[in-house]
């Protein structure tokens, strides 16, 4: 079965440390996309990578960083550098840039 | 700057219609989607209007005005599994998602 997968579902860590968040797909998509999801507010872009080897920052990388060394995984790492961690992250993938985004199940980070 | 506006809840009964407008200005349009998400879950595809007019898809239809900005996602004979989170996103001149808040949608029996 084709699909997107995130892991853990949650996810607990102390404050100062780094963690690496899991994104996997095997729909052979070119274009994948970090989100970060807080209540109240609209999906907010931290980074995409249209291929592999090359990623863009979004709206909130800082404090995040991410790789794209095969096209089927998209890790993120958020860093001890990000003010306020505690969210919903959901990666998602689509074939291009104008057709629709898959999702992963997401991941719910909270920093203690 | 770039904003999408929708409601954030509303409420509906099992069997009605609804409709969850969505206004958005952005810079540049490329399309816009709709997207569903259950609490605690992801979002899933629901619809893509780039041309004005209505599209039909099943019990759900979403319809564009490109020269209004505006988008409505329409939902009818409403079953209690429709309720969710209902989200617009626009694509812009840069192919980037702009995307609203997102709508609550309460479905009472």
């Known amino acids: 079965d084709g699909g997107i997968t995130q892991s853990p579902k949650y996810l607990f860590r102390k404050e100062g440390q780094n963690v690496t968040l899991s994104c996997e797909q095997n729909?052979?998509?070119?274009?994948m996309y970090w989100y970060r999801q807080d209540p109240g507010q609209g999906l907010r872009l931290i980074y995409y990578?249209?291929?592999?080897?090359?990623?863009q920052k979004g709206d909130i990388a800082e404090g995040y960083s991410v790789s794209r060394e095969k096209k089927e995984s998209f890790p993120l790492t958020v860093t001890s550098a990000q003010k306020n961690p505690t969210a919903f992250y959901l990666c998602a993938s689509s074939f291009s840039e104008n057709t629709e985004a898959f999702f992963g199940q997401g991941t719910r980070l909270t920093v203690v | 700057g770039q904003n999408i506006d929708q409601p954030t809840e509303m409420t509906a009964t099992e069997g009605a219609i609804v409709q969850i407008n969505c206004t958005y200005q952005t810079s540049g349009f490329n399309g816009l989607f709709w997207y569903q998400q259950h609490a605690g879950e992801a979002p899933t595809f629901l619809s893509y209007n780039v041309l004005d007019g209505l599209e039909e898809k099943g019990r759900f239809s979403s319809f564009l005005s490109r020269s209004k900005g505006y988008s409505y996602l329409l939902l009818k004979e409403l079953q209690m599994k429709d309720s969710a989170s209902y989200l617009c996103?626009?694509?812009?001149?840069?192919?980037?998602?702009?995307w609203g808040a997102g709508t609550k949608l309460i479905i009472k029996p």
């Open positions: 996103a626009v694509l812009d001149s840069n192919y980037q998602l702009i």
């Open positions: 729909l052979n998509h070119d274009a």
């Open positions: 990578s249209q291929i592999v080897n090359d990623f």
